[in-house]
C-alpha cells in the first residue's frame, strides 16, 4: 500500500500532537483520551450514548488522570457523535470548561480520523507516543467570544469564517493540527475557493471531491 507522503507525515505529526501537552489538558491527560476514543471505535459491543463508560468497570485505567465526565464525553463522541445535543455540551463544559471541552473534541476527531484511516487500507494502527512532561500551556486567544453558529467560545471576530472551520479557533494548538490534516486529507485551505482544483493529473476532480465528501458526511451523520 502505497500512501502520500505528506498524508503520512500529517498522521504522524497528529500522533505526536496527542502526546504533548495542550493548552488544557496535559500530555498524559490527552494520551489517556485519545486511548478511550480508540477503544469508543473499536468497541464491537459498543455502550449506547446513553451509558457512561466511566460507569462500567474495567473500562478505564485505574487512576486515570482525566476526569471520568471527559472520558464519558470522549467516548460518546467517538462512537455516537450524532447523538450529541447542546444541553451534553453545556453539562460537560460546565465541569471541565468550554475551551477543554474543545481541546477534548480536537483529540477524538483527531484519533478518528486516523483509526478510520488505517482501517480503510489495512494496516495497523500505531501505538500512542508515550506523552511528553510538562504542564498545558494556557495557550489562547487575546479575545475569545461566543459565536451564532457554534456552541463553543471561538477567537474573535466571531462568524467571520464557516462555522466548522471556526469551531477550534480558540485553541491555536488544536486549530493548527485541524488545517495540517485537513490539507493532506481533504485540500489546502488557500484551493477551497478553486472550483477546478485537483491534487494530481487524473485524480478526483473537485465535484467528485465534494460529492466523496457529502457523502461520507451523510453516513456519518454529520449534520452540519
Not at 500522533?15 to 477503544?39: C, F, K, N
Not at 463522541?77 to 463544559?93: F, M, N, P
Request: aromatic fraction near 8%.
Amino acid at each position: 500500500m502505497n500512501v502520500r507522503e505528506d498524508l503520512s507525515q500529517a498522521h504522524r505529526l497528529a500522533w505526536e500532537h496527542i502526546a504533548t501537552p495542550g493548552s488544557w489538558w496535559t500530555a498524559a491527560q490527552r494520551v489517556e483520551l485519545a486511548d478511550t476514543a480508540i477503544g469508543a471505535l473499536r468497541d464491537v459491543e459498543p455502550l449506547p450514548p446513553w451509558a457512561s463508560v466511566s460507569a462500567v468497570e474495567g473500562r478505564l485505567p485505574v487512576g486515570h488522570v482525566a476526569p471520568a465526565i471527559a472520558h464519558d464525553a470522549t467516548y460518546r463522541i467517538a462512537r455516537h457523535a450524532g447523538t450529541i445535543t447542546e444541553d451534553l455540551y453545556r453539562k460537560v463544559s460546565e465541569e471541565i470548561g468550554p475551551l477543554p471541552y474543545v481541546e477534548l473534541v480536537s483529540i477524538v476527531t483527531t484519533i478518528a480520523a486516523v483509526v478510520h484511516f488505517c482501517r480503510n487500507v489495512g494496516v495497523d494502527l500505531p501505538a500512542l507516543p508515550e506523552p511528553r512532561p510538562g504542564d498545558p500551556t494556557g495557550e489562547a486567544p487575546e479575545e475569545v467570544v461566543q459565536p451564532k453558529y457554534n456552541w463553543v467560545p471561538v477567537r474573535a471576530p466571531a462568524d467571520q469564517m464557516a462555522a466548522v472551520v471556526q469551531a477550534y479557533t480558540a485553541v491555536p494548538g488544536e486549530f493548527l493540527n485541524l488545517w495540517r490534516m485537513s490539507e493532506a486529507q481533504y485540500m489546502p485551505a488557500g484551493k477551497m475557493v478553486d472550483p477546478n482544483w485537483s491534487r494530481r493529473e487524473g485524480g478526483l476532480s473537485r465535484p467528485q471531491t465534494e460529492l466523496v465528501a457529502s457523502r461520507v458526511a451523510q453516513l456519518r451523520e454529520c449534520f452540519y
